[in-house]
């Protein structure tokens, strides 16, 4: 990426997001992060504007929004280990500290990863604190290790279950992701 493209907010995000060349390639200079969005949905590339949304929103609330979906995903009855890496994710939203942090990753590797909530609660430990035991030296996670794994749980929670489905499920947990960054007033009217 060359030029003002590469000074765009939406081309920052792309830049560590991972996105697919098909949706590096609708990336234009005066494109702002929510149209960016949109395109991306309209395009039907629902699992790259999962990722932009991912590396976009504040650690915190990406957790947040991964937990929304893995928990709709779970239904209304989930499996007891699905149920506990979604009450330790909660916990780590509500309080996020190292010790939380260490649960929900636990809960989440219980629930297995390949899990929205897993997903969810590793996103949750990923998020601060250190990787290394609570009795070594402090590990600190990559900068975007968050991100990855919220990805990873929304899109599990879009396709994990009626996968015909997947295309209505993706517009409504971006459409909760954008939601956030409009309340956060991520990207000013605009701008």
């Known amino acids: 990426m060359g030029g003002a493209i590469a000074n765009s907010k939406a081309a ?15 990336l234009r200079a005066d494109i702002q992060p929510p149209d960016y969005i949109a395109l991306l949905v309209e395009k039907g590339l629902f699992p790259d504007a999962v990722r932009f949304l991912a590396h976009a929103l504040p650690k915190r ?4 929004w991964s937990w929304v979906c893995a928990r709709r ?13 979604l009450q ?9 500290n190292d010790d939380n942090g260490r ?17 969810a609660g590793l996103a949750a430990f990923f998020s601060g604190g ?21 990805a990873g749980a929304v899109i599990f929670a879009a396709v994990s279950s009626e996968p015909i489905k ?9 459409a909760q992701g954008v939601d956030v960054t409009i309340r956060l007033k991520l990207w000013p009217q605009g701008k």
Do not use: M, Y
């Open 130 to 150: 250190s990787l290394a035991p609570p009795d070594l030296p402090p590990v600190p996670p990559g900068e975007f290790l968050f991100a990855k794994a919220v």
């Open 61 to 64: 609330e990406a957790v947040w």
């Open 166 to 174: 997947a295309p209505e499920k993706f517009r409504q947990f971006i």
């Open 12 to 26: 920052a995000i792309c830049s560590v997001a991972e996105l697919d060349d098909e949706a590096v390639a609708l």
């Open 73 to 85: 995903a779970a239904g209304d009855n989930p499996p007891p280990k699905i149920k506990t890496a």
């Open 103 to 119: 649960a929900a990753h636990a809960a989440a590797e219980e629930a297995q990863f390949s899990t929205p909530a897993g997903c």
């Open 88 to 96: 330790a994710t909660e916990k780590w939203i509500a309080q996020p």
